[in-house]
C-alpha cells in the first residue's frame, strides 16, 4: 500500500512550485494533474506516468468520483502516487473528497501548500492584500455556487474571487447589491504568474469590460483595499493598464 501526497503546482509557472513540492514531486512513481498545470513541471519526475484528470468538458460529478477512485487503485498499486493541484490544494481544490476517499481505503496521505491565484495576482500587480491601518482582512471567494448561481457579497477590506472569469459584468452586478459602492476599485488579473500575465483596472460598475481582455483565460478579481495602487488612489474609471502586453507588442 502507497500513499498520496498532494501538491500546490502553484499558479502556472513551473518555478512557482515550493521547493518541498518539487522534492515530493521527484519522488513520485504516477502524477495525476489538472489541466492549469505548467507542462514543465514534468522535469521534476520524467519517468513517472503522467496522467490528464483535467475535468474541462466532462460532467463535474462524475468526473470527481472517477478521480477518486482511481486515486484510491493508484496507491494500491504504487509506493507514492502525487496528485497535483493547480495554486495551493486547500483553495478550491476539491481537496476534502479526495482526503476522504484515501481515509476511508486506509490510504496515508500529506498536503504540501502552494501558492494560490490569489497571491501570485497581488505579486504581480505590487499591490498588498492588506494595508496597515486601512485593509485588515482579505476573503478568498468562489463566485460561483455548486448549483451554479453567482454570489457577490462584501464581508472583508479585500476580496479576491475565483472562477468569475465568464461572468465578469454579473459578478459586477452582485457586488453592488451585496453593498459595494459602484465606484470600488477592482484589479482584475488572469493567468498570475505566467510570461503573459495581463492585468486591468476598473471601477466596480465598469467591472463588464474586463471581458473584452481577459476571456477565456483563468481570472482572479480583487475588490476593495487591495485593489488600489500605492499611491491609495483608485485608477481612473475605465483605464486599462496592461503593462506586459503592451510591453511585449
Ligand atoms: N487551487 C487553485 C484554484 C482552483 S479554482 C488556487 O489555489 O489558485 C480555479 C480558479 O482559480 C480559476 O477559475 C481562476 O479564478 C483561478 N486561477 C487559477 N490559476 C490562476 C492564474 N494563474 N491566474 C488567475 N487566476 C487563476
Redesign the pocket.
Known sequence: MGRVIFI?AG??AADLITVRGAQRLASAEVVLFDA?TDPALRMHAPRARWIDVGKRGFARATAQARIDTLLVQLAQEHAVVVRL?????????RLEEELLALRAAGIDSEVVP?????L??AAGAQRPLTRRGRGRSVSLT??VTHDGALRGSQRADTEV?????RQLAGLGRRLQAGGWPADAPVCV??????ND?LRSDHALHDLGHAALVHGG????VTVGVGALALSGVAPAHKTLLLEKAQASV
Open positions: 500546490g499558479p502556472g492549469l493541484k493547480g495554486g495551493d490544494p486547500s483553495i478550491f481544490g502552494g501558492v494560490t491565484a490569489a501570485a495576482a468562489t463566485a474571487f475565483y472562477m468569475a472569469g488579473v488572469s493567468r498570475a504568474g505566467w500575465e483565460r483563468p481570472t482572479v
